[in-house]
C-alpha cells in the first residue's frame, strides 16, 4: 500500500449546484487518505451516473487502463455500481473497492423494471469487486441481504463539531436538508405540514433543485395547493456558511427520506443542539453520541422522545444544557410521525 490509491469520482462531485452528502463524504475520504500520507490520484469520470451513455463507459474503462498493474483503486458507487462489464475487464489486475451510499434500486420513484435492472448489475459489479465498503450498518445489511455479498465494511461518516445555535421562542424553525428528488421526501414532508397547518411552523428546503426537475415543481405544486407558500420555502443549495447559517437557525431538523445512506443532510455535520427527526426506515442513528466540545450534534433522534438530559449533551457533564427549546409538539403532530426504529 506505498503507491497512491486511485480514486474515480463523479465528475460533479464538486459542482456548487448539486452538493450532496455523497460528495462531501468522497471529499472527506481523499482529504483523510492524504492526511495520513497516501498520495491520492483522482479520476473524475463525466456521464450521466448511473445510466451512463457509451461515451462515460469508454472514458471510465480508458481511465482505469491507465492505472497501474496491483494498484489500489477506490470508485464511488454511483460510477462503479452500473458498470460490472468495465469492473470485470480490469479486476484482475487492480485491486478494486467500491464505495456504496445507497444501493442503486432502492432509489425512490423508479419503475419496477428500472429498479430491478439497477440491481441486478449492481449484484454483478459488487461480486467483481475485491472489497465494498458502505457508509453505514444499515446499507452494509441491505447490500448483503439484496446482494448475497459475505462481508461488506462499515465506515460511516463523522461530523464537524458546532456551537450550539440561537433557539426560537417556540421551537417552531424546521428544516430540511437533501436534493429535491423521490428518495429525499420533500413532497412527503410538506403533505404531512399541510395537516398541522394549524401549528405555529415554518419550514426549509434546503438542497440541489436540478436532480429531478419534475419532483421539483411536483413539490411546488403541493406548497402552492395547500397555501403554504409564506411557509414553506425551496432555497436551493446550500455549502459553507450559508449551510452552516442554515443548520444554526434551526429549531428541528427533519428527515423524511423514504431510504438514506445513513445520516441524512450533507454528511457533514448536525446542526449544534438541534433535534432531528428521521424516519424509521433509514441508516440514521436514534440517537447521536455527545460531541467531544461539549455541544450536542442531535439531542435525541426519535421524534416522541423527551428532551435531551444534562449528561448526555454536555459528555457527561452536568453542567452543560441543551439550550434548545424541544422541538416535541411539531415532531409528534406531523401525521405519520414516529420513533426511530
Known sequence: MTGPLHVVLPADVDDPERPSGGNVYDRRVCAGIRALGRAVHEIPVHGAWPYPEAAARTALHAALADVPDGADVLLDGLVACCVPEV?????????????????????????????????????????????????????ARRLADVHGLDRVAVAPPGVDPAPLGPASEGGTRL????????TKGQDLLVAALARIAGLDWTCELVGPLVRDPAHVAAVRAIVEDHGLG?????????????????YAAADLLVLPSVASRT???????????????????TGCPRRSAPLPTGGCRACSCRPAGPPCSPPRCGAGSPSRRCGRPPARPLATAVPGSRAGG
Not at 91 to 114: I, K, M, Q, S, Y
Not at 175 to 182: D, N, Q
Not at 230 to 246: H, K
Open 87 to 139: 469492473l470485470a475487464t480490469h479486476a484482475g489486475r487492480l485491486h478494486l473497492v467500491v464505495l456504496v451510499h445507497l444501493p442503486l434500486g432502492d432509489e425512490a420513484g423508479l419503475p419496477p423494471a428500472t429498479a430491478a435492472e439497477l440491481t441486478a448489475v449492481e449484484r454483478a459489479a459488487l461480486h467483481t469487486a475485491a472489497a465494498v465498503v458502505a457508509t453505514s450498518a444499515w446499507t
Open 175 to 182: 428544516l430540511c436538508i437533501g436534493s429535491v428528488t423521490p
Open 230 to 246: 409564506a411557509r414553506v420555502r425551496l432555497a436551493g443549495p446550500r455549502t459553507g456558511a450559508a449551510l452552516d447559517a442554515a
Open 263 to 281: 445520516d441524512g443532510g450533507d454528511g457533514r455535520r448536525w446542526p449544534g443542539g438541534c433535534r432531528c427527526s428521521p424516519p424509521p426506515s
